[in-house]
């Protein structure tokens, strides 16, 4: 198990991220990313933020994006979610290139992002408001917020809410579509220690339950390897994939599983932190 | 031990109730303003005024009715529902206007200290609103139709272009500099050249209380738009929103806190601009009033004109809080009006 867990050359774990048993089969999108980079222009000169990063999520796998502050880790998620064009290389989700945001790759960011002139139901019925369905999959709404645990809040406005659940209201949103691959750029990145432990737990159930494949980018190793099945560590910026690592310890994982641990050295090593 | 000092702590709260509920007079103040305003009315009727003035008696009598009604109101050991509590609330603010009022009646009525016909006392301002209704009325009506529709056309058009210019580029492109060149000259430099442009004044007027009400709309709205948070955008795009689910879902109610701001400065513009423009041109509303008044020294309608204008202004912009704090429920820490 620990030489699963340490670093291996790159790609070398295609075909491993097979979905769990507990998932839902059939149910989540392959995304695969081949040669892709991006610059942004900074007073003028581009600034490289991506380079030459490939890789393929199998259907239902749990990746996380692991690696330093300002990265490039988001800039790649957004890539993914089709809200910019990548500038090299290409992006496929099912074997399909991207062409722009579709409701079929939902999106969770750091902060929760909620309307706050619209209840906690009217900010998860944003998906099917804006495709013009919402007359017909009221039910989803609610069994979406039933998802996450706030049935009860459905009237409240979020200057009501505590971080927390601001922020499974935002995971109820991006999962109201029922999409195939959810993107999650540090969702619990601004959350007490309690509540992320917490909302780790609920990401891993809802992942179990609904069998969409999941993106997560985060900077905390920890998180990486309790919820991941596979960790793609990044260099610093412009950033490039350093590792590939695979992580099939049975759910439900703790942070103090000993195999962990020593992975959690071993990634911490790689990226040059003592 | 936080036990015990919770229960000390409940035992000292029914006392204080108790105490409270033991004195007699409940509302001392409002019994006092209530004594006040007797007062008054008894100076007002016995002490003879200096010049000849009409509806001495009625001022003193309606002075004196509602003195009555406050001591009443404050001896009550309860108060009578809301508009009872309002009135105790209000108790030391019916003091100071006693003492103002009284002020004002010895001023001028008692001892002519202040010159006539320029500082009339209160009760021949009481005579105006009793002579003068029919043609008061029908000036705060038409200043209120003239009002109604430039502000309503100005608030409209100020949105629509403040959105557009917010949101496109080319439209803003185009619009930016006209808007940034005229917008700042006073909607009233436009007077002459509406008055001669226009068919009548009252279109020439309609005009430019649009104006002084689109400017700060437009501005406003567009400073909103553009100020909306970018990830709203993103959240409703991955969600599968087309472009006019992010203007009319997404854009405008974020901007609207700003719209509303853009329409208060607008409200407060479009009451200059009315005034001066009834003085000017229109021969019909309150300006106008105010200006015959004062044609005809005739100060004492005057200033019952000016407390009309103050009282429907006052109105007007309380109308437009409610209309905001009904919309903007959502927000946090409204300003209160």
């Known amino acids: 198990m620990v030489a699963g867990l340490l670093p291996r050359a790159r790609r070398a774990a295609r075909g491993r991220d097979g979905a769990p048993a507990a998932a839902a089969p059939g149910r989540g999108a392959a995304v695969s990313l081949r040669g892709v980079g991006h610059a942004f222009a900074l007073n003028?000169?581009?600034?490289?933020?991506?380079?030459?990063?490939?890789?393929?999520?199998?259907?239902?796998?749990?990746?996380?994006?692991?690696?330093?502050?300002?990265?490039?880790?988001?800039?790649?998620?957004?890539?993914?979610?089709?809200?910019?064009?990548?500038?090299?290389?290409?992006?496929?989700?099912?074997?399909?290139?991207?062409?722009?945001?579709?409701?079929?790759?939902?999106?969770?960011?750091?902060?929760?992002?909620?309307?706050?002139?619209?209840?906690?139901?009217?900010?998860?019925?944003?998906?099917?408001?804006?495709?013009?369905?919402?007359?017909?999959?009221?039910?989803?709404?609610?069994?979406?917020?039933?998802?996450?645990?706030?049935?009860?809040?459905?009237?409240?406005?979020?200057?009501?809410?505590?971080?927390?659940?601001?922020?499974?209201v935002a995971l109820a949103r991006a999962l109201v579509n029922e999409?195939?691959?959810?993107?999650?750029?540090?969702?619990?990145?601004?959350?007490?220690?309690?509540?992320?432990?917490?909302?780790?737990?609920?990401?891993?159930?809802?992942?179990?339950?609904?069998?969409?494949?999941?993106?997560?980018?985060?900077?905390?190793?920890?998180?990486?390897?309790?919820?991941?099945?596979?960790i793609i560590v990044f260099?610093?910026?412009?950033?490039?994939?350093?590792?590939?690592?695979?992580?099939?310890?049975?759910?439900?994982r703790h942070r103090e599983d000993p195999e962990l641990v020593e992975a959690r050295r071993g990634i911490l090593d790689l990226l040059g932190t003592p | 031990m936080r036990d015990i000092a919770l229960r000390s702590g409940a035992a000292a709260l029914p006392g204080r109730g108790e105490a409270r509920r033991a004195g007699v007079p409940l509302a001392p103040s409002l019994v006092a303003a209530g004594l006040a305003w007797i007062g008054l009315a008894a100076a007002t009727a016995a002490w003879p005024d200096a010049g000849d003035f009409g509806c001495t008696p009625e001022f003193a009598?309606?002075?004196?009715?509602?003195?009555?009604?406050?001591?009443?109101?404050?001896?009550?050991?309860?108060?009578?529902?809301?508009?009872?509590?309002?009135?105790?609330?209000?108790?030391?603010?019916?003091?100071?206007?006693?003492?103002?009022?009284?002020?004002?009646?010895?001023?001028?009525?008692?001892?002519?200290?202040?010159?006539?016909?320029?500082?009339?006392?209160?009760?021949?301002?009481?005579?105006?609103?009793?002579?003068?209704?029919?043609?008061?009325?029908?000036?705060?009506?038409?200043?209120?139709?003239?009002?109604?529709?430039?502000?309503?056309?100005?608030?409209?058009?100020?949105?629509?272009?403040?959105?557009?210019?917010?949101?496109?580029?080319?439209?803003?492109?185009?619009?930016?500099?006209?808007?940034?060149?005229?917008?700042?000259?006073?909607?009233?430099?436009?007077?002459?050249?509406?008055?001669?442009?226009?068919?009548?004044?009252?279109?020439?007027?309609?005009?430019?209380?649009?104006l002084a009400t689109g400017f700060p709309v437009t501005v406003l709205t567009w400073s909103g738009i553009a100020g909306v948070n970018k990830a709203y955008y993103d959240v409703a795009r991955t969600l599968g929103a087309r472009e006019s689910f992010l203007i009319l879902r997404v854009a405008i109610p974020a901007a609207l806190p700003h719209v509303f701001v853009g329409l208060f400065m607008g409200l407060g513009g479009s009451f200059a601009v009315l005034v001066v423009a009834e003085m000017l041109g229109v021969k019909a509303g309150l300006g106008w009033y105010l200006q015959w008044a004062q044609g005809w020294a005739a100060y004492a309608n005057m200033y019952a004109a000016l407390a009309v204008m103050a009282l429907a202004c006052s109105g007007l912009i309380t109308l437009l809080f409610r209309v905001r704090d009904r919309l903007l429920s959502w927000q946090k820490g409204l300003v209160q009006w």
Not at chain 1, 65 to 74: F, I, M, V
Not at chain 1, 202 to 213: A, H, I, N
Not at chain 2, 177 to 182: D, G, S, T, Y
Not at chain 2, 183 to 191: D, E, F, R, V
Request: proline share 9%; net charge neutral; glycine share 12%.
């Open chain 1, 179 to 230: 999409p195939p691959l959810l993107l999650l750029d540090e969702p619990l990145g601004k959350l007490d220690s309690l509540t992320r432990l917490a909302m780790q737990g609920e990401l891993v159930r809802l992942w179990r339950e609904k069998g969409f494949s999941a993106l997560l980018v985060t900077h905390d190793v920890e998180e990486a390897l309790v919820l991941a099945q596979r």
């Open chain 2, 61 to 210: 009598g309606a002075l004196a009715a509602l003195g009555t009604g406050f001591l009443a109101a404050g001896l009550l050991p309860r108060p009578l529902g809301a508009a009872g509590r309002r009135l105790r609330d209000w108790s030391h603010w019916l003091v100071a206007l006693a003492a103002l009022l009284g002020l004002w009646e010895v001023a001028t009525a008692k001892l002519a200290w202040l010159p006539m016909p320029f500082f009339p006392p209160p009760q021949a301002i009481v005579e105006v609103f009793v002579d003068d209704y029919a043609r008061l009325a029908d000036s705060v009506w038409h200043s209120l139709r003239l009002l109604a529709g430039g502000y309503v056309l100005g608030a409209i058009a100020g949105f629509t272009l403040g959105v557009a210019v917010g949101w496109s580029r080319a439209v803003g492109y185009w619009v930016h500099p006209v808007l940034r060149f005229v917008g700042p000259l006073p909607a009233t430099a436009w007077l002459p050249l509406a008055f001669f442009v226009f068919p009548s004044s009252g279109s020439a007027s309609t005009f430019l209380v649009a």
């Open chain 1, 44 to 168: 003028g000169a581009p600034l490289p933020v991506l380079d030459d990063v490939g890789f393929d999520v199998a259907p239902g796998a749990f990746v996380a994006l692991l690696g330093p502050s300002g990265c490039g880790k988001s800039t790649l998620l957004r890539l993914v979610a089709g809200l910019e064009p990548p500038g090299r290389g290409e992006i496929a989700v099912d074997g399909v290139p991207l062409r722009g945001p579709d409701p079929s790759r939902g999106l969770v960011f750091q902060d929760p992002t909620l309307y706050p002139w619209r209840s906690v139901f009217g900010n998860v019925a944003v998906g099917p408001e804006a495709r013009g369905v919402l007359g017909r999959e009221r039910g989803r709404v609610d069994a979406a917020l039933a998802l996450v645990g706030l049935s009860g809040f459905a009237e409240a406005f979020p200057h009501q809410l505590s971080g927390g659940m601001a922020q499974r």
């Open chain 1, 235 to 252: 260099s610093d910026r412009p950033a490039r994939i350093k590792a590939d690592i695979a992580n099939d310890r049975p759910y439900p």
